[in-house]
């Protein structure tokens, strides 16, 4: 890949022009993309780590089946993003038995793991272990803090043990946080002011960019979630630091707009081209489970700026789903409830489920939240209502997150 350059205000024109006048060239009518097979066209480097990889990756958070590790592998895919926790360790094992013959140096691995304000150097050591026997491999090329969303986190000395430790026998390589609460932003400030990741793995879509959203909003009265984050991911890019995208499709509700798309102009290839073509992003995984999907993600691999057909579908399902999409890292509702319900917690489940189609999985991260929204059933506070900025009915989606999900 060549070597992005120049200063950040180029930078950000560059993305504005790749976002919109550039668009309205590929727009004229009878313009139709030659037919390509599915694979990866495109390898990006992922900041200071030097690793090549696949511009749209591998999430493997909802799958278990090795023969869709495999078609990925075929299709080129060569960044497989897991974790300990993906269906409890089955995600994990998927990839070990794909890359099986040896495959393993075809590839990049990053897994991850939760290491709390009181985890110890030890049992982060045992953690990786386990996934290393799962994955059969000897070593993690990116090993990620899982989920932070509390700077004490990143300040815990035993996770620093434990990466030196690891990275001097071999174990892993390089080392990041991954992301998507409320307090994203001000995890991410600290950990990149303070030089303490190669790699962030941050939630980021068409939904989050205040300055390209606002197309999309104008008409809703929304405002943007993450209004830092732009910024914050430029600052990546001046530090060197890896970044890689998860959940670009805002929810995903795919079968919602196949009635609109046509061509290759699919809503996740849209929403795909958007998030790739900001020039601070280096990749993105989505989550893969079905070898079709598979080929359908992968015709944006490659495929260039943002097309005024994309935008039509993006604004298209912003005006579907914003009453019922609850928006990564908003967390205006977090302090409404007496009952500390951990309310997004709870609808990003209920997501997996309503959009995903995944009950599986989503009632196994239900199960994880413990009482979860049992509160909202007998609930005559009601506090929760009026305190989204989006206009979601909480207290409607809570409960029939934890009717659907409580009791599997």
């Given at each position: 890949?060549s070597?992005?350059?120049?200063?950040?205000?180029?930078?950000?024109?560059?993305?504005?022009?790749?976002?919109?006048?550039a668009?309205?060239?590929?727009?004229?009518?009878?313009?139709?993309?030659?037919?390509?097979?599915?694979?990866?066209?495109?390898?990006?480097?992922?900041?200071?780590?030097e690793?090549?990889?696949?511009?749209?990756?591998?999430?493997?958070?909802?799958?278990?089946?090795?023969k869709?590790?495999?078609?990925a592998?075929?299709?080129?895919?060569?960044?497989?993003?897991?974790?300990?926790?993906?269906?409890?360790?089955?995600?994990?094992e998927?990839?070990?038995?794909?890359?099986?013959?040896?495959?393993?140096?075809?590839?990049?691995?990053?897994?991850?793991?939760?290491a709390g304000?009181?985890?110890?150097?030890?049992?982060?050591?045992?953690?990786?272990?386990?996934?290393?026997?799962?994955?059969?491999?000897?070593?993690?090329?990116?090993?990620?803090?899982?989920?932070?969303?509390?700077?004490?986190?990143?300040?815990?000395?035993?996770?620093?043990?434990?990466?030196?430790?690891?990275?001097?026998?071999?174990k892993i390589?390089?080392?990041?946080?991954?992301?998507?609460?409320?307090?994203?932003?001000?995890?991410?400030?600290?950990?990149?002011?303070?030089?303490?990741?190669?790699?962030?793995?941050?939630?980021?879509?068409?939904?989050?960019?205040?300055k390209?959203?606002?197309?999309f909003?104008?008409?809703?009265?929304?405002?943007?979630?993450?209004?830092?984050l732009?910024?914050?991911?430029?600052?990546?890019?001046?530090?060197?630091?890896?970044?890689?995208?998860?959940k670009?499709?805002?929810g995903?509700?795919?079968?919602?707009?196949?009635?609109?798309?046509?061509?290759?102009?699919?809503?996740?290839?849209?929403?795909?081209?958007?998030?790739?073509?900001?020039p601070?992003v280096?990749?993105l995984?989505?989550?893969?489970?079905r070898?079709?999907?598979?080929d359908?993600?992968?015709?944006?691999?490659?495929?260039?700026?943002?097309?005024?057909?994309?935008l039509?579908?993006?604004?298209?399902?912003?005006?579907?789903?914003?009453?019922?999409?609850?928006?990564?890292?908003?967390?205006a509702?977090?302090e409404?409830?007496p009952?500390?319900?951990?309310?997004?917690?709870?609808?990003?489940?209920?997501?997996?489920?309503a959009?995903?189609?995944?009950?599986?999985?989503?009632?196994?991260?239900?199960?994880?939240?413990g009482?979860g929204?049992?509160?909202?059933?007998?609930?005559?506070?009601?506090?929760?209502?009026?305190?989204?900025?989006?206009?979601?009915?909480?207290?409607?989606?809570?409960?029939?997150?934890?009717?659907?999900?409580?009791?599997?």
């Amino acid at each position: 890949m060549s070597e992005r350059e120049g200063s950040s205000g180029i930078r950000r024109r560059e993305f504005l022009q790749r976002g919109v006048a550039a668009t309205l060239s590929l727009s004229l009518p009878g313009r139709v993309a030659a037919a390509r097979s599915p694979e990866v066209r495109q390898h990006r480097r992922l900041g200071r780590t030097e690793l090549s990889i696949s511009d749209i990756s591998f999430g493997s958070s909802r799958n278990i089946d090795p023969k869709i590790v495999e078609h990925a592998l075929d299709r080129g895919i060569n960044y497989f993003d897991t974790a300990e926790g993906y269906r409890g360790g089955a995600a994990e094992e998927a990839i070990g038995e794909a890359l099986r013959g040896g495959k393993r140096d075809k590839v990049y691995l990053a897994s991850k793991v939760r290491a709390g304000v009181r985890a110890r150097a030890e049992d982060l050591m045992h953690a990786l272990e386990e996934s290393l026997r799962r994955l059969r491999t000897d070593r993690i090329d990116v090993y990620f803090n899982h989920a932070v969303n509390d700077t004490q986190r990143l300040d815990n000395p035993e996770w620093y043990e434990f990466a030196r430790r690891a990275k001097e026998h071999g174990k892993i390589r390089f080392t990041g946080i991954s992301g998507h609460g409320g307090r994203l932003a001000e995890c991410l400030r600290h950990a990149l002011e303070a030089d303490l990741v190669d790699v962030i793995l941050v939630a980021y879509n068409f939904g989050q960019d205040p300055k390209f959203y606002e197309r999309f909003t104008r008409r809703f009265d929304l405002v943007a979630v993450q209004p830092e984050l732009p910024a914050l991911l430029e600052k990546a890019r001046a530090k060197d630091v890896g970044v890689v995208a998860m959940k670009t499709l805002m929810g995903a509700r795919l079968n919602d707009m196949r009635p609109y798309e046509h061509g290759e102009s699919t809503f996740a290839q849209a929403a795909f081209r958007w998030v790739l073509s900001n020039p601070n992003v280096d990749a993105l995984i989505v989550s893969m489970t079905r070898s079709d999907q598979i080929d359908e993600y992968l015709r944006a691999s490659g495929s260039g700026p943002v097309r005024q057909s994309d935008l039509g579908l993006l604004e298209r399902y912003a005006a579907r789903n914003a009453s019922a999409y609850c928006r990564f890292g908003c967390n205006a509702c977090a302090e409404s409830c007496p009952h500390d319900v951990p309310i997004s917690e709870v609808l990003r489940t209920r997501m997996y489920a309503a959009d995903y189609g995944d009950h599986a999985y989503a009632r196994e991260d239900y199960a994880k939240l413990g009482a979860g929204a049992s509160a909202c059933e007998t609930c005559a506070h009601q506090s929760c209502l009026g305190s989204c900025p989006y206009g979601l009915e909480i207290s409607e989606l809570t409960r029939s997150a934890h009717r659907l999900l409580a009791n599997g």
